[in-house]
């Protein structure tokens, strides 16, 4: 009889932790920019200088209302602090600017010479540049990173190890890249991704122990991955996220995918817009384009609450 109570204990958690993962929110503490969804144009209107902070905050106060939040949950909400890292410029973007977007598309995107696009001079430039802006913000500032969860594409990889070089260097900060992570998968070539063997060759610090496989199997020539797909791909990696005890993660990844994974978190989706419903309801549009190495900061809330009476019921039959 205990045995039957302790299973059923055992199912109502399951159930709830289950169900909870369905409900990331994003909490505005009014510290970042806050994205205007319904517009396309650039989100945050500030430089990519200030990191993602909106002027007069530092990251001192963000820690310090981050740790509020995190000690004295109200209500069985979870918080992380996630900031989301576009990569530095590309060759990939180097030729969509020369040829124009859609030769770009139609065609030139289609050469293997793309596989795995690198940065370019100025990509290499601009990691420096963000390099220097992470000591200040690390050293002076107190910003404060537990986790890198990196896209497997050399391009955020390369900005991160150029980039993120303090925290790199930190053996106590795990680097882990991660296949859900990566852009739009399919037909362009820089979207494909090196073999494992090669990435842990050139990224030693890294651990790549949970890509799919060493071979890249996911990228085809003629199909791209739809809205919907990328959708749930990107909320599984605010599933990995908090599955994991770290509070505070960088995410080096890319435009397209950072869009998908925020249009989980609840912002005001414009119905105007492409109209496209995803699961939960939420519509989906062609999303903001973020800049070379523009960091998104975002306070994300995972509410258990709002599952209590469900999981309450559940109990109560289990009881029975
Ligand atoms: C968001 O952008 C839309 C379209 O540009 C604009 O009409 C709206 O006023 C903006 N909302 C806010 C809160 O800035
Ligand atoms: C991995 O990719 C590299 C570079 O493309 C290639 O030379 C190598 O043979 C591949 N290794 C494996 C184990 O697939
Ligand atoms: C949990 O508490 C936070 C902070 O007070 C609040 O913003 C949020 O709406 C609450 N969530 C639920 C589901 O009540």
Redesign the pocket.
């Known amino acids: 009889m205990h045995l039957i109570k302790l299973l059923s204990l055992i199912t109502v958690l399951l159930v709830c932790i289950i169900n909870a993962q369905c409900n990331y929110r994003h ?1 505005e503490l009014g510290l970042f920019p806050s994205v205007n969804f319904s517009s396309t144009s650039h989100p945050s209107q500030i430089p990519i200088e200030n990191n993602g902070l909106l002027d007069g905050v530092t990251w001192n106060r963000v820690n310090s209302e981050f740790e509020k939040l995190t000690n004295e949950p ?2 069985g ?1 979870e918080y992380k602090l996630i900031l989301f890292l576009r990569h530095s410029e590309g060759w990939h973007n180097v030729a969509e600017r020369k040829y124009g977007s859609k030769y770009w598309n139609d065609v030139e995107s289609k050469k293997p010479q793309y596989l795995d696009s690198t940065l370019s001079d100025d990509g290499i430039v601009q990691a420096q540049q963000l390099q220097q802006r992470i000591i200040k913000d690390v050293t002076q500032n107190k910003l404060r990173i537990d986790l890198i969860l990196c896209s497997p594409f050399s391009r955020a990889l390369q900005t991160a190890e150029i980039g993120l070089v303090h925290l790199w260097s930190n053996h106590r900060i795990p680097k882990i890249s991660i296949e859900e992570a990566r852009e739009s998968i399919g037909v362009h070539y820089c979207d494909k991704r090196h073999n494992r063997t090669y990435l842990t060759s050139k990224f030693p610090k890294v651990d790549f122990k949970r890509l799919i496989s060493n071979e890249e199997t996911l990228w085809t020539p003629d199909v791209r991955e739809s809205d919907q797909d990328e959708f749930i791909r990107g909320r599984k990696v605010l599933d990995l996220i908090y599955n994991r005890r770290e509070k505070r993660v960088i995410v080096p990844a890319h435009g397209g995918i950072i869009n998908a994974i925020t249009a989980s978190l609840g912002y005001a989706w414009n119905e105007g817009a492409s109209g496209k419903t995803l699961p939960g309801d939420i519509k989906f549009i062609s999303g903001f384009s973020m800049m070379n190495t523009e960091i998104l900061p975002v306070i994300v ?1 995972r ?1 258990l ?2 599952f209590d009476s469900q999981c309450t019921l559940i109990f109560f039959f289990s009881c029975l």
């Open positions: 909490a109200v209500n909400s809330r509410d609450k709002s």
